[in-house]
Every structure is written in C-alpha cells, then in structure tokens.
C-alpha cells in the first residue's frame, strides 16, 4: 500500500475558526488531491496539485485554499470554517494524473 | 464536462448470489474509467481500470467490467458475491489526457448471509 497518511483523523472545531489539515505521503507523487465525501454526493474534488507550488481547483474550492511547499505534503486550509463543511476529507496522490490515485484514511471534520 | 451516474445507491444481495453496480457515464470525448471499492472506515482503493484495449477488465477480489463505448456504460460485475464484499463501491471518469477523476455517488452493496 502507498504511504499516505492524514492528520488530525478527527477533529471538532467551532464555527469562524480556521483549520488546517495535512496530508504526507511517501511514494514521491507527482500528484495529491484533496476531496470530500458527503452522502449522496460521492466524492467532490475541492484542490490538487500537479507539483510544488503547482495548484489548481476542483468543482468545490470555494471557502478552502492549499499549499504544495514539499513533494509530500499537502495541506488543506478552512480559513474560516463553516457548518456546511462538515464532512469526510480525503487525500489522494498519484503518478500520472488521472491513472490510479491511492487515498489516505480520511479526516473527520465536524464544524459546531 | 464529464459526469457519472450510478444508478442504484444501495444494492442488497445474498451470499454467493451474483450482482451487478451499474454506472453511465456522459463524455463526448475518449475516457479513462475506474471502479474504487470504500469498506467501512477506510479510504478508497482502486478495483480496476479501463485504460485502451480489452473492453472486459478483470480486476481484484474477482470482479470485472466491461466498457460498452454505444452505451456510455461501465458496469462491475461478480459472479458470487461474499460477506467480506460488503463496501462502498465509486465509478470514476476522467477524460484523456486530464489530471482530475469525476466520481459517481457511489452504491453501497449489503450481503445478506
């Protein structure tokens, strides 16, 4: 299995407070990916990265931004987190884009 | 833009009882299509991928697919179907040549002993 790995798996936070979350990941990856999962809707691609420094956003990226300063970390920042990103956060990375992505365990976040 | 839909959100099927998850997807241009499996509590990980070639994909656990380009469709299969199948199962697409997947909503398969 490839080495991801996400920090905090759970968290509970308050509205209005900012929250970051990290991924690591071992394999050297070109690519990383963050998504969230939420009943009914699959998996939602918020940000990825196609290198340090090198980022771009999915189809929900509004009220989250990332940073790519190392080949393996990702990070994932809710500057100001909302109830509405409540939810179950991936990590994902990968070779060559599209071809097979490994994902991390999650991260459980509840916004209060 | 791609999408993919997976027909049915929950599927309950008997031990040993063959089943089938189906998934369309809509691209006007070439696609690569995967199928992920999600048991509880863990993340997702790949069962199989359809790249070119053989329109039939074996992947593993014993499952397969096959990539039907008339009908936009990607169905998985399995024969016989064990407790331990029991999971979240997501399609995916991603048009050629893109850095991103589309996931479908995902089915969730119950085996009922």
């Known amino acids: 299995d490839a080495g991801i790995t996400q920090s905090p798996r759970h968290k509970v936070t308050e509205t209005g407070t900012p929250v970051t979350l990290r991924c690591h990941q071992t394999?050297?990856?070109?690519?990383m990916y963050w998504y969230r999962q939420d009943p009914g809707h699959g998996l939602r691609l918020i940000h990825y990265?196609?290198?340090?420094?090198?980022?771009d956003k999915g189809e929900v990226s509004d009220g989250y931004s990332v940073s790519r300063s190392k080949t393996e970390d990702f990070l994932l920042t809710l500057e100001s987190a909302t109830s509405s990103q409540t939810s179950v956060y991936f990590c994902?990375?990968?070779?060559?884009?599209?071809?097979?992505?490994?994902f991390g365990p999650g991260t459980r976040l509840t916004v209060t | 833009a791609q999408s993919v839909t997976q027909l049915d959100s929950q599927v309950p099927v008997f031990e040993e009882a063959p089943v089938e998850l189906r998934c369309n997807y809509s691209?006007?241009?070439?696609?690569?299509l995967f199928w992920y499996v999600q048991y509880p509590n863990q993340g997702l990980q790949l069962l199989l991928k359809?790249?070119?070639?053989?329109?039939l994909v074996k992947g593993i656990n014993g499952f397969e697919a096959e990539f039907n380009k008339s009908q936009t469709s990607f169905h998985l299969r399995k024969p016989s179907v064990h407790i331990s199948d029991t999971a979240e199962y997501f399609c995916a697409v991603s048009l050629q040549g893109a850095q991103k997947l589309v996931f479908g909503q995902g089915t969730r398969l119950t085996i009922n002993p």
């Open positions: 691209s006007s241009v070439s696609v690569y």
């Open positions: 359809y790249l070119s070639g053989s329109t």
């Open positions: 394999e050297n990856h070109r690519y």
């Open positions: 994902a990375s990968g070779w060559q884009g599209p071809d097979e992505q490994y």
């Open positions: 990265s196609y290198g340090v420094k090198d980022t």
